[in-house]
């Protein structure tokens, strides 16, 4: 099977405009993944699946990732010249700069008819308030369906062009995306009075002090 | 008229004729069946509109187990989240562990030595006996059999079971294999019960074969019925014994060769008409060869530790990086995609669930069907609650 | 004897009536059936079981499944179910119908020379019954058949145009 | 009631001595009266226990086929000692009997009430015209089979009466589906006994039995099941009873895997027991007919055995046939709506109506005598043979068990 | 011929049935109150605190309140609070020990990795499953007191496991006796050699001699 560069190469002359770009991986596992645009990705993803010595016919995986913003503190290195003459001083200037955040949609394809895969793709969301949307993949492959609607139910990433967009694990009235990084759960939710740890804390916080009375604390609970 | 006016007809007293609008059968009437339903195998529900008893449109629902699987392999260590693994699909807990245990091992780089090799693939075909054995007995409940088949299926389940049970210590929650090998070395008792059980299920596939493959009347509620074309099968991402039913060559212990699994000559059995009847044949054709497998494994099982020595329990920090593995579970593709940040808990733990994503086209297969159909197609998916909504 | 006679008479007539009487078309339904039953009781007091028993084989097991369907199948629509209060118009129109039959029947009756005394009731064996009906009678027999026949067609095709034109106004 | 012969071993007429002494002195109109009190007493207590025994019978039955042993576990009263859990049709009667009775709000109270005492009396006055012994026929009656597939008509309005009445949308479905059911197999199953008339040449039950006496050969009774039409239509005639009493293969309206509990689902408590009895006394009376139609009612089938009295014999093969439809229920899967009425109309309907003229064919050519003898057994049974494997064949037209290829490897 | 396959499936079922009578294969029940299914050595339920013997179970818990457990359990179901005072666990060694010992038994899902991390063999897979209570909530709280069994009751449930760790443990006592005896030497040897006077005072200040381990050497007999 062809490497992800190899892979871009003939994409990027396939389909000039597109900004395609290859995701290292740096784990032993080297599975290197394939950065997609959001303007090409179906026409690209149907290329792959009908392409001759690709025909990745089976999208294996579809999952999401949340990548919140992230500071990121670079020092750099650089050596300032002493002006009187003695020893050049090295000068460490720590920069911070904030990484912006997005939603990752992550397709594993693998191919049925050479046995072949996994090539990776990814697209990327603006950032994870209100430029959320992704082109979906369900018109070229029909797996994509129910897996895309579990990450629009639990990272809260639409899928433009999805045939029937709704949440499939959460009750539909459900809020929030549960598997976003910064997602904090209700504190009212059924209330369990394992006599330590957070969900004690959360309860005594929620409900009067009666209730929690009923549960005698266990001898040198923690408070 | 829908049904609810129909009966106005008869109500008593009969003083107010209330509005009785179009023709009886005219109207569809809806069926919500689950999630509290005997023949959904776990908390699933189909909310099905019929016309007279054909089905006009299907929409499954589910998210009734949903225990947000993935956010708890966030917050636990790597370690921690192979006792959850067993409760994906709480018929096969020991594929389960094999995938998550292969997918860290291809993060992190593990070599794992040879008899632990060999002791998964035993654990695992052991696993798709018991898994294929019990799909058998729900789908001939679900056909009508008042328990026959099923009692037959759980007495030779329970065997599989007390062997898992004197090896890891539990039934169903094996929680058995680590990273770099396997938690106990299997005596050699053991080895001579799974050696007997294995000459013995054979005779008990004959027995279950003749009450049921020539049987008439299930070859004619299942032939026929559910009927799924290679290509949309391909293309909806099925795998597993319900993608070789319709004819496609695509087995992962063949394609991928993980483990050990190239050194064992077994065949692959391929359906031509992709029917429940063909469903439940290739499954049936898999536990024979499975014991074939078995035979061979448990004859050629290597001496060596049953650990990698270098392997660590606590404190395992595979370094950055995403690595996806995949396991030809009983029931199709279980995949496990880790991203890990050095840290000792994974940044992202997803699992590619096989019978969710079969459920995909359980509506093409069910429409034009009558709700009898509709129960049978829904059993031969063989669906499993806990990995459909994690 | 005529005690029985007159009880027969009492029970079968009362189920007729009330069903009649009732708005519930269901329950009307099965006390017609009811009043068949009572049909069948005057055959047995007369001594015919065979007729007795194919009444009700007949009638009480298929002839209600018909209407029974009938009733639930041809619900054509909203204006059909309203039924007007009962004015004055209808019920002497009613009375007047009924003034006639009960007219014409009484004349029948008088009219035929009956045979005062009660003679014996002939017991004939099923055997000799079933030479009769297949012998002389044989073409009343396959016409009754034929009706019934007519009849469940009627329900089918009756509904199956009901099927037809819904189509158009389902909703 | 036949005369009793004098000769007769002395338990042959037990019953109607013992009867004799209880009512003797009773003046002539209340003897009558009192007589037929007893035997309807007599049958509601016999059958009734063996429904109960059969209810466990079923469960023990079902349990030791799955490699279980099946209920064990309840005590008789005040006796702490379980044996085989003989118990347990008392226990399932309490049962019933103290559960609450819900009935649903809208439901048709009257309708409601009157479907499981309609459904229960119909099957039980069946049992009117059932020879049971050489004297115990409840009623002799000159078309006494026609009164009882008469009586057994009324159970469909009964069904439709339970399903209608219970308001709910399952309950209403599954009565069509019953309906459907019940009346296209009430033809395959007054087609079955026609022939049966045909060649005993009266519809009285006693008559048909005093027909198949004697013995060929010495030990070859004269049984109609020992015929080529009389065997198949025995068959045919269990199938259909199978489908009218809603047992196995057929029992669709309780389909548990579709429709919940089908006609039953709004009824609990003692109405749901009635539902169950009546199921039970179905199966019986159907049985009982088998029995009387084909395997020569109250006959001893060897002349040496002749001395255990009559209505053990009816008693024994009664069990036996009870049995079979317990099997048949531990195996068999459920068929579908569609394929259980083309079963019915495309396969029962002509096999029977085949039968019909078999039967005719057979009794004309009663006197054939030697060469023709075996020539008439072999035109019989080919009329049968052919038309099942032809139309069999097309029945199961697109069903084949099926060969599968591997992949090469 | 249509209907073969349904005899045979008959057969199969009559085989059964006639089977259930006189082949123990066939009738695979055992009636559990009155039988009690011999369970596998290797079966796990709640885990319990290993004490060396059964007449003083606080003091001599082998837990050392290391909390290895407590970061370690999935379900974070145990709770472990240290003691502020030392007391000389079997090795002679001054350890902590627990005051407080909480497992939430209605949380624990029996996965044993508690067992697996525990450098002490402290914690070990109880094989007690008929602990239905009616309280669920304090009642399933097992605080220490309910935790601790002696070891002979370990010997009983696992016997090969036990043996093993009963061998592990005395070797390293032996171990730790020897590398005392050998530190002691070397301190009396250092002693003596710069001034012999010294000598005396490091003589009576040793450690006295190990501890009479009560843990006997052969595990006693279960």
């Not at chain 5, 974070?76 to 007391?87: A, L």
Request: aromatic share 10%; glycine share 8%; hydrophobic share 45%.
């Amino acid at each position: 099977m062809e490497s992800a560069e190899q892979i871009r190469d003939r994409l990027l002359a396939q389909f000039p405009g597109a900004e395609i770009s290859v995701v290292t991986n740096p784990g032993v596992a080297a599975q290197h993944s394939l950065l997609l645009g959001a303007a090409h990705a179906r026409a690209i993803a149907e290329f792959l699946r009908d392409d001759a010595n690709l025909k990745l016919d089976q999208c294996s995986n579809v999952t999401g990732i949340d990548w919140p913003e992230k500071e990121i503190i670079e020092t750099t290195k650089s050596t300032v010249p002493d002006p009187a003459g003695g020893p050049a001083k090295v000068v460490e200037l720590k920069t911070k700069r904030i990484q912006p955040g997005c939603l990752e949609v992550v397709y594993h394809l693998y191919s049925i008819a050479l046995r072949h895969g996994p090539v990776v793709l990814r697209l990327r969301t603006g950032n994870r308030t209100d430029q959320s949307t992704v082109p979906s993949l369900t018109p070229v492959w029909r797996a994509c369906e129910f897996q895309e609607r579990e990450v629009f139910d639990l990272y809260g990433v639409v899928f433009e062009g999805h045939p029937d967009l709704r949440r499939i694990l959460m009750w539909d009235a459900f809020k929030d995306h549960p598997m976003r990084r910064d997602y904090v759960e209700p504190d009212d939710y059924e209330w369990e009075p394992t006599p330590h740890g957070a969900v004690l804390e959360k309860a005594k916080a929620h409900y009067p002090a009666p209730s929690v009375a009923a549960v005698p604390a266990a001898e040198g609970a923690k408070p | 008229m829908s049904v609810s006016d129909l009966s106005s007809l008869g109500s008593p007293g009969g003083s107010h004729v209330r509005a009785v609008h179009d023709e009886f059968h005219g109207d569809l009437l809806e069926v919500s069946m689950g999630p509290h339903h005997p023949s959904t195998h776990g908390v699933f529900r189909m909310i099905v509109t019929l016309d007279g008893e054909t089905i006009v449109k299907l929409k499954p629902v589910f998210g009734y187990l949903h225990r947000n699987h993935e956010k708890l392999g966030e917050n636990t260590s790597y370690l921690g989240s192979m006792p959850y693994t067993d409760r994906l699909d709480y018929l096969s807990s020991m594929t389960n562990n094999w995938a998550y245990a292969l997918a860290v091992e291809k993060l992190a780089g593990q070599p794992v030595p040879e008899r632990a090799e060999y002791v998964r693939v035993i654990l695992a075909e052991l696993t798709r006996l018991l898994n294929h054995t019990c799909l058998a007995g729900f789908l001939m409940q679900d056909c009508g059999c008042s328990g026959t088949p099923l009692m037959y299926a759980f007495r030779e389940r329970e065997k599989i079971l007390d062997l898992f049970e004197s090896l890891s210590g539990s039934r169903m929650m094996c929680n058995y294999q680590r990273f770099g090998g396997c938690r106990v070395d299997p005596s050699a008792d053991w080895l001579d019960g799974a050696k007997k059980l294995t000459d013995g299920y054979g005779a008990f596939l004959d027995e279950f074969e003749t009450l049921l493959t020539g049987n008439e009347i299930i070859m004619a509620r299942t032939q026929g019925v559910g009927r799924l074309s290679p290509a949309l099968a391909i293309s909806a991402g099925v795998t597993g014994p319900m993608l070789r039913a319709t004819g496609v060559n695509y087995d992962l212990r063949k394609v991928d060769g993980y483990g050990v699994y190239p050194r064992f000559d077994f065949r692959v059995p391929l359906g031509d008409h992709g029917d429940v009847y063909d469903r439940y044949m290739i499954r049936v054709l898999e536990m024979r060869e499975s014991i074939k497998i078995l035979s061979q494994a448990l004859a050629g099982i290597p001496a060596g530790p049953i650990m990698d020595p270098k392997a660590k329990l606590r404190g395992f920090r595979p370094k950055a990086g995403e690595a996806y593995g995949r396991i030809e579970g009983p029931k199709g593709e279980i995949g496990f995609f880790l991203i890990s940040d050095g840290s000792p808990n994974p940044y992202r733990y997803r699992i590619r669930p096989p019978s969710f994503i079969n459920l995909t086209i359980l509506e093409d297969m069910c429409l034009g069907q009558t709700v009898a159909d509709a129960v049978i197609i829904l059993g031969s998916v063989d669906i499993v609650l806990g990995e459909v909504d994690r | 004897m005529n005690a029985a006679l007159a009880f027969i008479a009492v029970l079968t007539l009362a189920s007729a009536a009330v069903a009649m009487a009732l708005r519930n078309l269901i329950h009307s339904a099965l006390l017609l059936i009811a009043s068949w039953f009572g049909l069948a009781a005057f055959y047995l007091w007369a001594g015919a079981e065979f007729v007795a028993f194919a009444q009700v084989l007949v009638y009480v097991g298929a002839i209600s499944m018909v209407v029974l369907f009938a009733v639930l199948l041809t619900r054509r629509s909203r204006q059909d179910l309203a039924v007007e209060p009962a004015s004055l118009g209808r019920a002497l129109s009613a009375l007047l119908v009924g003034a006639t039959v009960a007219v014409v029947l009484a004349r029948a009756i008088f009219a035929t020379p009956l045979a005062v005394a009660p003679t014996a009731t002939p017991t004939i064996s099923v055997r000799q019954l079933g030479a009769q009906l297949m012998g002389p009678h044989a073409a009343a027999l396959l016409v009754v058949g034929v009706i019934l026949t007519v009849a469940l067609l009627g329900a089918v095709v009756l509904a199956a145009t009901d099927r037809a034109d819904s189509k158009e106004n389902a909703p | 009631m036949s005369a009793i012969a004098a000769t007769e071993p002395f338990l042959e007429r037990a019953p109607q001595l013992l009867r004799d002494a209880a009512t003797g002195f009773l003046p002539e109109p209340w003897r009558w009266l009192v007589n037929s009190l007893i035997a309807i007493g007599v049958i509601l207590a016999v059958f009734g226990t063996l429904f109960a025994f059969l209810t466990l019978a079923e469960r023990k039955i079902l349990g030791r086929v799955q490699n279980r042993p099946g209920p064990n576990r309840t005590p008789l009263p005040f006796i702490k000692i379980k044996f085989f859990g003989l118990a347990q049709p008392f226990a399932d009667g309490v049962k019933s009997l103290t559960k609450e009775d819900i009935v649903p709000r809208d439901a048709d109270q009257v309708l409601h009430f009157l479907a499981p005492v309609v459904l229960l009396a119909f099957s039980i006055i069946t049992f009117a015209v059932i020879p049971f012994g050489r004297h115990l026929v409840p009623v002799e009656l000159d078309a006494g089979v026609l009164y009882f597939f008469a009586a057994g008509a009324a159970t469909e309005l009964a069904v439709f009466m339970a399903g209608w009445a219970s308001h709910n949308k399952y309950s209403l479905l599954a009565a069509m589906r019953a309906l459907a059911q019940l009346i296209s197999y009430e033809l395959p199953l007054l087609l079955a006994w026609v022939p049966v008339v045909l060649v005993a040449g009266s519809l009285s039950t006693t008559e048909i039995v005093t027909a198949q006496a004697g013995w060929k050969f010495g030990f070859l009774p004269h049984w109609y099941v020992f015929t080529p039409w009389g065997f198949a239509g025995f068959v045919i005639f269990i199938v259909a009873a199978l489908a009218e009493s809603n047992r196995s293969p057929f029992d669709l309206p309780e389909a548990e895997s579709e429709l919940i509990a089908g006609h039953l689902t709004e009824y609990s408590g003692f109405k749901y027991a009635l539902f169950f009895m009546a199921e039970y006394f179905g199966m019986i009376a159907l049985s009982g007919m088998a029995i009387t139609l084909f395997l020569g009612g109250w006959r001893a089938p060897l002349p040496f055995l002749e001395w255990i009295p009559s209505y053990a014999w009816f008693g024994a093969k009664l069990i036996v046939l009870l049995l079979g439809f317990i099997w048949i229920r531990a195996t068999f899967p459920r068929l579908r709506m569609d394929q259980l009425t083309r079963f019915a109309w495309k396969f029962l309907v002509p096999l029977a109506l085949i039968n019909l003229g078999n039967a005719a064919f057979w009794s004309l050519t009663s006197h054939w005598t030697g060469a023709l003898q075996l020539i008439r057994w072999a035109v019989s049974l080919v009329l049968i043979v052919g038309p099942f494997v032809l139309m069999g064949r097309k029945l199961s037209a697109g069903v084949a068990p099926r060969v599968y290829r591997y992949a090469p490897s | 011929m249509l209907g073969s396959g349904l005899l045979q499936g008959l057969g199969v079922t009559a085989k059964n049935f006639v089977g259930s009578f006189h082949d123990p294969a066939r009738l695979t029940t055992t009636e559990y109150p009155e039988v009690k299914t011999k369970l596998p050595e290797a079966y796990r339920n709640f885990p319990f605190l290993v004490s060396e013997n059964a007449t003083d179970p606080m003091g001599t818990l082998r837990c050392v309140a290391c909390q290895i457990c407590e970061k370690e359990c999935p379900p974070q179901c145990i709770f472990i609070e240290k003691s502020k005072d030392k007391k000389p666990d079997a090795t002679g060694k001054l350890q902590l020990f627990p005051a407080v010992f909480d497992i939430d038994v209605s949380v624990c899902m029996s996965c044993q990795i508690c067992v697996e991390v525990c450098p002490f063999d402290a914690i070990k897979m109880d094989q007690d499953f008929e602990i239905a209570t009616t309280d669920r909530f304090t009642g399933l709280m097992l605080d220490k007191h309910a935790l601790a069994k002696p070891n002979s009751y370990f010997h009983e449930i696992h016997p090969t496991d036990a043996a093993e760790v009963d061998g592990r443990l005395a070797a390293e006592r032996k171990a730790a006796e020897e590398k005392a005896k050998a530190a002691a030497a070397a301190k009396a040897a250092l002693a003596a050699a710069p001034k012999p006077a010294p000598a005396a005072l490091a003589a009576t200040a040793k450690p006295p001699a190990a501890p009479s381990a009560e843990a006997p050497k052969t595990p006693p007999a279960a």
